[in-house]
């Protein structure tokens, strides 16, 4: 589900995340940024409040993979490599990320990138946080789109994606695997879990 859409500033529209909606531009005309249908804020009662299509609206790249129901765990997942990203980059103050960063394809198709990494406003690095089940297969694919952009994927792996076939594939793809860890506690009040995700290390061996 989408945090990230277009709203109608005064004179185009312009990218907005959920909060930024909510705080600066609540009331204002939305659409995808993926597909360009029309949007609308959506507060459901268990879930956190995202963008969602009207009524009617065609195929879009929301619908497939992670974005489908969005789970939790993949909104705090992209969060945790967003934060890890700029713990481990020198701060050379030319990179920058973006989340559910969108590239059209040369045969038209688009993808989401998870957390897309810039630098000097160049899409470098498309960091995808792949927490349902994913055959190498699928991971090469989406691989070789990032590629054919001129950019290099790097996958993290968490629940049922983190099985050992992936594991060894992308030791061989990209020399080290990445996991990310949750761990849940429950909250008295609100009996909705927390999660804490690490996205560091579990290279190799271990
Ligand atoms: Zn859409």
């Not at 589900?1 to 004179?11: N, R, W, Y």
């Not at 909104?75 to 490599?81: F, I, L, N, R, S």
């Not at 559910?100 to 160049?122: C, Q």
Request: net charge negative.
């Amino acid at each position: 589900m989408p945090f990230i859409a277009e709203t109608l500033s005064d004179t185009d529209w312009t990218l907005i995340s959920v909060l930024g909606y909510v705080k600066l531009w609540i009331g204002r005309e939305l659409r995808c940024q993926a597909c360009r249908s029309a949007m609308h804020l959506r507060r459901p009662t268990f879930r956190r409040t995202h963008f969602a299509h009207n009524p009617g609206y065609g195929h879009c790249p929301y619908d497939e993979g992670e974005y489908k129901n969005e789970r939790e765990e993949h909104k705090q997942g992209k969060d945790a490599v967003d934060d890890y990203l700029f713990s481990v980059s020198p701060d050379d103050g030319n990179m920058a990320t973006r989340q559910e960063y969108i590239i059209t394809l040369g045969d038209g198709r688009r993808r989401i990138v998870d957390v897309a990494l810039f630098r000097n406003g160049e899409f470098v690095e498309g960091h995808e946080v792949q927490l349902a089940h994913i055959t190498p297969q699928e991971i090469d694919e989406r691989t070789k789109d990032y590629e054919s952009v001129g950019a290099v994927a790097a996958w993290y792996l968490g629940l049922e994606a983190n099985i050992n076939s992936n594991q060894k594939h992308l030791r061989k793809l990209q020399g080290v695997c990445l996991a990310l860890d949750f761990v849940y506690t429950t909250e008295e009040e609100t009996n909705i879990f927390d999660v804490q995700a690490d996205s560091r290390g579990k290279a190799d061996g271990g």
